[in-house]
Every structure is written in C-alpha cells, then in structure tokens.
C-alpha cells in the first residue's frame, strides 16, 4: 500500500467507495465524477503506478475483470456501447498515479466526443514512425 494514493486507501475501506467487485487482485467501483453515469475504475489491489508497471499475469486477471465489470456496466446503465480507457503519466491527463481503467457506459446519441484526430503531413512520415517504433520494441 502506498500512504498516500487514494485508491490504496479506498481498496484498504480507509475511504467509502462504491464497490462493484472484489475478486482476487481486482476491485472495481463507480468513478466518483462520472463522465457518463455507471463509469466505473477498475484497478489492482496492489499499488502499481501505470500499465507498464502491472505484471503480465495480473493483467490478464484484469483483462477478465474488465470483460465482467464492463458487461455488467452496460446491462445496468441499458449502454449501447462501453469506452475503455487508460491514461498513463500525467501528460496523458493520470491524476491519480495507481494504475486504473476507465470502463465509461455509452448510448446512442449522448453526445460524448473523444479526441480530435490529425492527417500525417505523408505517407512518408507515417511510415518512418511506424518503423521507429517497431524497432524500439522490446
Ligand atoms: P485519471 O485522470 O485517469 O487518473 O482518473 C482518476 C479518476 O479517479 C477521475 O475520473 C476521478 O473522478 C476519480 N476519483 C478520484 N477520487 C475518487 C474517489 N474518491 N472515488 C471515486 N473516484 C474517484
Ligand atoms: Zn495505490
């Protein structure tokens, strides 16, 4: 447990959450701002900072914690359609640094818009940092 991350405080119930799920590492509950209402957090119980921290075998645990907590979500809420997403760092809007996914209930029509999408200046350019990146892999 980190002293002072509050998802670590809510998993230990130092502070009032509304659980959804408790099983094995994963615990899930309702995002307290909802982007639309039945968002919910899924995170490990134990404190890892980003994905890139989580072991592989715990994230497969989560993989199918998100499959359930996301069906479940969209039966409750009537979603037509569920956003999963994660950021990592804070220059990708992390807030609160204990690894978490977002499972956001989407319907028909609600009006919620992700972010904006550009064109590459050429294919060119696509390809060379398509490249890049595929030789900076692990
Ligand atoms: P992120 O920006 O990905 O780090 O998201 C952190 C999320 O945690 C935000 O969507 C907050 O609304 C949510 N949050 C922060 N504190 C609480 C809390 N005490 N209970 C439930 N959700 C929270
Ligand atoms: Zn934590």
Request: hydrophobic share 45%; aromatic share 8%.
């Amino acid at each position: 447990m980190s002293q002072d991350c509050i998802f670590c405080k809510i998993i230990a119930g130092q502070i009032p959450s509304a659980k959804i799920y408790d099983q094995g590492g994963v615990y899930a509950f309702l995002d307290i701002a909802p982007v639309n209402k039945g968002h919910a957090l899924v995170v490990p119980k134990k404190h890892y900072a980003t994905l890139f921290d989580l072991p592989d075998d715990l994230g497969r645990e989560m993989l199918a914690a998100l499959k359930n907590v996301g069906r479940a979500v969209m039966t409750a809420t009537g979603a037509s359609g569920l956003n999963v997403g994660m950021n990592n760092y804070e220059s990708a809007g992390q807030l609160v640094h204990h690894a978490h996914f977002h499972l956001i209930p989407r319907h028909d029509g609600d009006g919620l818009t992700l972010w904006t999408q550009h064109a590459y200046e050429s294919t060119e350019e696509m390809r060379k940092l398509a490249q890049a990146i595929a030789a900076a892999l692990g």
